[in-house]
Nanobody, 127 residues
Framework: VQLQASGGGLVQPGGSLRLSCVAS????????IAWFRQAPGKEREGVSC????????DYTDSVKDRFTIARDKAKNTVYLQMNNLRPEDTAVYYC?????????????????????WGKGTQVTVSS
């Protein structure tokens, strides 16, 4: 299982970024993929997830109406479109997958229950 996250960078408050997570080595169509983030000195936080089989999505409250998760099955890629970015969104963003349970708001609360992780991509929101 391999997950490769990219797309991070430096952006001003109110700006946008799109993160990509390219997956390989497992049945992409059948399992969920999640985005987590970790800011310095803070615990890893679940941001959003998507079920690649039925498209069901979930988001943590702080990003609802600003972030959108989507998948491209042809490219084995999950995207996280981040709009209206705030300084508090600054973190390293990771994508993860797991074969046990589908995406849900409850699953986003427990990063330790996701078994496979990609390397992170840094997102910095600053003027």
């Amino acid at each position: 299982v391999q997950l490769q996250a990219s797309g991070g960078g430096l952006v001003q408050p109110g700006g946008s970024l799109r993160l990509s997570c390219v997956a390989s080595g497992f049945g992409f169509d059948y399992y969920p993929i999640a985005w987590f983030r970790q800011a310095p000195g803070k615990e890893r936080e679940g941001v959003s997830c998507i079920n690649n089989n039925d498209g069901k999505t979930d988001y943590t409250d702080s990003v609802k109406d600003r972030f959108t998760i989507a998948r491209d099955k042809a490219k084995n890629t999950v995207y996280l479109q981040m709009n209206n970015l705030r300084p508090e969104d600054t973190a390293v963003y990771y994508c993860a997958t797991d074969f046990e349970e589908p995406c849900s708001s409850r699953r986003l609360q427990y990063s330790y229950r996701w078994d496979y992780w990609g390397k992170g991509t840094q997102v910095t929101v600053s003027s």
